[in-house]
């Protein structure tokens, strides 16, 4: 200890020190400089946002987080020049770290770009129905990562962004009512106009069903073994829309059991054409005996 007194510029040290003081007080000036900027910025950068339509969470993470980060960083990077530390060297080091983990993390980055576009586009917001990917419920949450749904089983469902931003998405609350649409089909011997107006009157005994817009019943396609109708309703709003499907679907076959209206089975005819008598009359004999 002696020894260390011994050789040790105290008088030295303490001119240097008094020296660099001002490089050091400066360098704390920058720092609480750029702390203030922020401070006083952050209002009116969320104010300026919020009124140009940006989704509130977006809005957060742009002014908490990057434009927080960024101030304090370009503080810091300032301060520590004013000392004399070559930053020069760090930012590269720093640089090449980045890239690294970028590589390593090309999903979590792919999520989080497409969680940015969801939240500028705005393609739904908390409380909508959507079908996505599969799955049909109601948003819960959307981060940045992911968007949260709870389905009609009460189940949660974690969807990453780019998986929704790849795929169709449709949204039902974004237009208010809703148009169920419930394919049933009819023989061919069937009258259709008497179906219509069975089928309509089954409608109109589901309470959940809008009268204006009016239920409709069009003739969609002619299939292999029946006349293909759809039963066309509107609701008010979209988190009844399963339930009603299922209610008219139900009403549907009833009203049709009860007027004698077929439903019919998939079924096949065959037609021969240009076969012999004699095969014909084998085929026929064959028949009997089975």
């Known amino acids: 200890m002696n020894y260390l007194l011994q050789n040790l510029d105290i008088p030295g040290l303490v001119t240097r020190l008094v020296a660099f003081a001002p490089n050091i007080v400066v360098a704390l000036l920058i720092l609480l400089t750029f702390w203030v900027a922020y401070r006083l910025g952050r209002r009116p950068l969320s104010a300026a946002m919020r009124h140009s339509g940006m989704h509130q969470k977006l809005v957060e993470l742009l002014v908490d987080n990057i434009f927080r980060y960024s101030m304090l960083a370009f503080g810091l990077v300032m301060a520590l020049s004013q000392l004399g530390i070559n930053v020069g060297a760090a930012v590269a080091g720093l640089g090449v770290v980045g890239i690294a983990v970028g590589l390593a993390a090309q999903?979590?980055?792919?999520?989080?770009?497409?969680?940015?576009?969801?939240f500028w586009d705005k393609p739904f917001v908390v409380g909508d129905w959507?079908?996505?990917h599969g799955q049909y419920g109601m948003v819960q949450d959307i981060t940045l990562r992911s968007t949260r749904i709870r389905t009609p089983r009460n189940s949660y469902v974690v969807i990453p962004n780019r998986r929704i931003i790849d795929e169709v998405l449709e949204n039902d609350s974004k237009n208010g009512e809703v148009r169920i649409d419930v394919p049933i089909g009819i023989a061919y011997k069937e009258d259709i106009a008497q179906a219509r107006q069975v089928l309509l009157a089954a409608a109109g005994g589901v309470?959940?069903?809008?009268p204006s817009p009016a239920a409709d019943v069009v003739v969609e396609n002619c299939g292999d073994s029946s006349v293909d109708l759809v039963v066309r309703?509107?609701?008010?709003?979209?988190?009844?829309?399963?339930?009603v499907h299922f209610s008219l679907l139900e009403s549907c076959k009833v009203a049709l059991d009860e007027a004698g209206i077929q439903i019919p089975y998939p079924h096949l005819q065959v037609f021969y054409d240009g076969v012999e008598?004699?095969?014909?009359?084998?085929?026929?004999?064959g028949q009997a005996e089975g």
Do not use: Y
């Open 107 to 118: 999903d979590s980055l792919s999520n989080t770009i497409a969680g940015f576009t969801i």
């Open 207 to 210: 309470p959940a069903i809008k």
């Open 233 to 243: 309703v509107w609701v008010d709003e979209a988190s009844s829309r399963q339930g």
């Open 130 to 132: 959507i079908t996505v």
């Open 277 to 285: 008598d004699r095969v014909v009359e084998k085929w026929r004999s």
